[in-house]
């Protein structure tokens, strides 16, 4: 059964790009909100609003409390998506470059599908690795001519590796726990579970670096899109997408968010769009496919 005649796998795949395409806005909204906001607020900050939003969305559901055994399975994407990544990715880009990170992060799909692979058992066809190697070389090569090269530090690329892991392995469990119950349920009780923590975090970091209240409406606007949209309503897509499609099939949609940020940034802050990055993207778009047609040659 192919991809396109499949609606759960169509599904999953419109699901996916849903979620990379909410993501895509991630870096923009981070360079315009960091101007006006500590770097370590505005990553606790982005997870508390997103712990109210979920809270008020699981009251007005109904939604049945956890039970207290099934809070372990959320422990994983609270500490890899909330904290891991975050955390681990500010600490390296305070030592490199966007630029050069960008060259270690490229491996992100390939790194969830590998981890999907390994603790779920789940199959793939040897084209996917083929389709996957192929779309992340061309991510690599696309970070390289973009100034990837420079800026290479020993310490930043451990913290970048880290925090490929850890947003990789998030994503693997937080996939396994959309196949229980809705994927909105899951960010909804794992940005919740992770209040006791990012609040009082947060109200300590107030009085960090800059004052929030001095920030311009944009800075405060890009906040609650880096909330609404990159901790929140992106994983609503997202994690079920990945359940639907096969974590390690939904994964590599996310080769297309490095250039869906670029067309972003273009239109938001200016920046240049070449015919190299058209060239990339079609590329891109082209591993994506046959990653997923490799899925019929599996069946």
């Known amino acids: 059964m192919t991809l396109w005649k499949n609606a759960q796998l169509r599904n999953g795949l419109f699901l996916a790009f849903l979620g990379v395409l909410i993501f895509s806005f991630t870096m923009p909204f981070t360079k315009i909100a960091v101007g006006g906001f500590d770097p370590y607020f ?20 109904r939604v049945p409390l956890i039970k207290v055994s099934e809070i372990r ?10 904290f891991g990544w975050p955390i681990f990715i500010t600490l390296a880009l305070e030592r490199t470059t966007s630029a050069h990170a960008a060259v270690i992060a ?10 999907a692979v390994i603790s779920t058992k789940e199959r793939v066809a040897p084209s996917f690795w083929l389709a996957a190697g192929t779309g992340t070389a061309i991510l690599v090569a696309f970070s390289l001519s973009r100034g990837g090269a420079q800026g290479g530090d020993l310490v930043a690329d451990l913290f970048v590796v880290a925090a490929v892991v850890s947003s990789s392995w998030g994503y693997v469990k937080g996939a396994n726990l959309s196949r229980e119950r809705p994927g ?3 960010i909804s009780w794992v940005v919740v579970l992770a209040l006791p923590v990012t609040l009082p975090l947060t109200a300590a970091l107030w009085f960090v670096g800059p004052n929030p209240l001095e920030a311009s409406v944009a800075q405060w606007f890009a906040l609650l899109g880096l909330a609404f949209g ?11 997408g ?10 590599q949609v996310q080769q297309l968010q490095s250039l869906l940020t670029l067309g ?24 994506v496919i046959w990653a997923q047609r490799s899925r019929a040659k599996n069946a």
């Open 42 to 61: 505005l990553n606790t900050a982005r997870a508390v609003i997103a712990g109210c939003a979920g809270l008020i969305a699981l009251v007005v559901a």
């Open 73 to 82: 399975g959320f422990l994983w994407p609270i500490a890899m998506n909330i």
């Open 106 to 115: 490229a491996f992100m799909p390939l790194m969830t599908a590998f981890l």
């Open 184 to 186: 909105w349920q899951v």
């Open 230 to 240: 990159s901790m929140f309503f992106g994983f609503f897509a997202w994690y079920q």
């Open 242 to 251: 990945l359940a639907l499609l096969g974590t390690a099939y939904g994964s």
């Open 264 to 287: 972003w940034s273009a239109l938001l802050l200016g920046e240049t769009i070449t015919l190299w990055t058209i060239a990339a993207a079609v590329g891109v778009i082209a591993s």
